[in-house]
């Protein structure tokens, strides 16, 4: 009789691009390593065929959980760099507003009255 082992590690940070680029690392070497085992278990000849299909539906699913989280750490990716690139423009649009006031649009302290 074979026992069915899994090993799933779940983990979440909001640390840098950095983190979750090791972080992906990680994962994709977690998949690779579910591959490998679908590659031996057509070589296990102590399982029946029915323990196979089970184990390979077990493999199969964690390797699609790891995926999912891998697309959900590239999602925060996107939108933490999407948040900074916003920023970016905000600051640089509020810098230019600022410089401009007086200049080419008066303000209550800096007008010209012309009386013709």
Same mark, same amino acid.
């Given at each position: 009789?074979?026992?069915?082992? /899994?090993?799933? /590690?779940?983990?979440?940070?909001? /640390?840098?691009?950095?983190?979750?680029?090791?972080?992906?690392?990680?994962?994709?070497? !977690?998949?690779?390593?579910?591959?490998?085992?679908?590659?031996?278990?057509?070589?296990?000849?102590?399982?029946?065929?029915? !323990?196979?299909?089970?184990?390979?539906?077990?493999?199969? &699913?964690?390797?699609?959980?790891?995926?999912?989280?891998? @697309?959900?750490?590239?999602?925060?990716?996107?939108?933490?760099? !999407?948040?900074? !690139?916003?920023?970016?423009?905000? @600051?640089?649009?509020?810098?230019?507003?600022?410089?401009?006031?007086?200049?080419?649009?008066?303000? &209550?302290?800096?007008?010209?009255?012309?009386?013709?």
């Amino acid at each position: 009789m074979s026992t069915i082992s /899994s090993t799933t /590690s779940v983990g979440s940070t909001s /640390s840098g691009s950095s983190g979750s680029t090791s972080q992906i690392a990680s994962l994709n070497k !977690q998949i690779v390593q579910l591959q490998n085992q679908l590659k031996s278990l057509s070589d296990d000849t102590t399982l029946t065929d029915e !323990q196979k299909s089970e184990q390979e539906q077990v493999i199969d &699913s964690q390797i699609q959980m790891i995926q999912a989280q891998i @697309a959900q750490i590239e999602q925060q990716q996107a939108e933490a760099a !999407q948040q900074k !690139q916003d920023n970016k423009k905000e @600051a640089a649009t509020t810098a230019a507003s600022q410089v401009a006031d007086g200049v080419n649009r008066p303000t &209550s302290t800096n007008s010209v009255n012309v009386y013709i």
